[in-house]
Nanobody, 122 residues
Framework: VQLQAYGGGSAHAGDSLRLSCTASGHNAGDYTLGWFRQAPGTARDFVARVSVSGWNKIYADSVKGRFTISRDGYKNTVHLQMDSLKSEDTAVYYC????????????????WGHGTLVTVSS
């Protein structure tokens, strides 16, 4: 499975940005898709994930109510709409694919996309 992420960039606190990631390859539609992020000097942390059907979604507490994850099943594309951005959202964001929906451990991710930088200035 290959993951192609796009979007991101720079924003001011309170603004919005949108990330997208398209999964391709054998059985790409069988994977839970999600996002992790890594700020400088910190570990890679879970942000949000969406099930194969697109109906079930889980968010990290730090982004709940501000970020919205969605999935276009036909295109195997996942979107992360980031609203009310904060400076602490600054990080490299990674698209992830995993067979196991019921975990957010980094070790459980089967495939990673390249990182895309999001910078939020206060």
């Amino acid at each position: 499975v290959q993951l192609q992420a796009y979007g991101g960039g720079s924003a001011h606190a309170g603004d919005s940005l949108r990330l997208s990631c398209t999964a391709s390859g054998h059985n790409a539609g069988d994977y839970t898709l999600g996002w992790f992020r890594q700020a400088p000097g910190t570990a890679r942390d879970f942000v949000a994930r969406v099930s194969v059907s697109g109906w079930n979604k889980i968010y990290a507490d730090s982004v709940k109510g501000r970020f919205t994850i969605s999935r276009d099943g036909y295109k195997n594309t996942v979107h992360l709409q980031m609203d009310s951005l904060k400076s602490e959202d600054t990080a490299v964001y990674y698209c992830a694919a995993m067979l196991n929906y019921y975990t957010e451990r980094v070790e459980a991710v089967d495939y990673w996309g390249h990182g895309t930088l999001v910078t939020v200035s206060s």
